[in-house]
Nanobody, 124 residues
Framework: QVQLVESGGGLVQAGGSLRLSCAASGRTFSLLHMGWFRHTPGKEREFVATISRSGIITKYAESVKGRFTISRDNGKNTMYLQMNGLKPEDTAAYYC?????????????????WGQGTQVTVSS
């Protein structure tokens, strides 16, 4: 199984930046497609971004395009979400997700493994 641990959340003012990290266990990180989701109580879980096994292919929700950047370092078994220009509506618990993939990217990805989340709060 794959264990995922998010970190980097916190409280930030609107317009600020945060970088989230997702550390994965095991030696098979390069075989995983990865994604970020976010959830606010009372609302449905929302897709944020996804990244292919190699990191070459990335996809973003329209609401975060141009502000967030997803990346990965397969040598460190870590995925990142750089969040710039944060808005109050970005406030949510952010979750790292992963699943094994047979090729670099076949969309839409599905995810079998999830982290526990890290809270991002953006003040107005």
């Amino acid at each position: 199984q794959v264990q995922l641990v998010e970190s980097g959340g916190g409280l930030v003012q609107a317009g600020g930046s945060l970088r989230l990290s997702c550390a994965a266990s095991g030696r098979t990180f390069s075989l995983l497609h990865m994604g970020w989701f976010r959830h606010t109580p009372g609302k449905e879980r929302e897709f944020v971004a996804t990244i292919s096994r190699s990191g070459i292919i990335t996809k973003y929700a329209e609401s975060v395009k141009g502000r967030f950047t997803i990346s990965r370092d397969n040598g460190k078994n870590t995925m990142y979400l750089q969040m710039n220009g944060l808005k109050p509506e970005d406030t949510a618990a952010y979750y790292c997700a992963a699943n094994f993939a047979a090729s670099d990217y076949v969309g839409p990805p599905t995810y079998d493994y999830w982290g526990q989340g890290t809270q991002v709060t953006v003040s107005s």
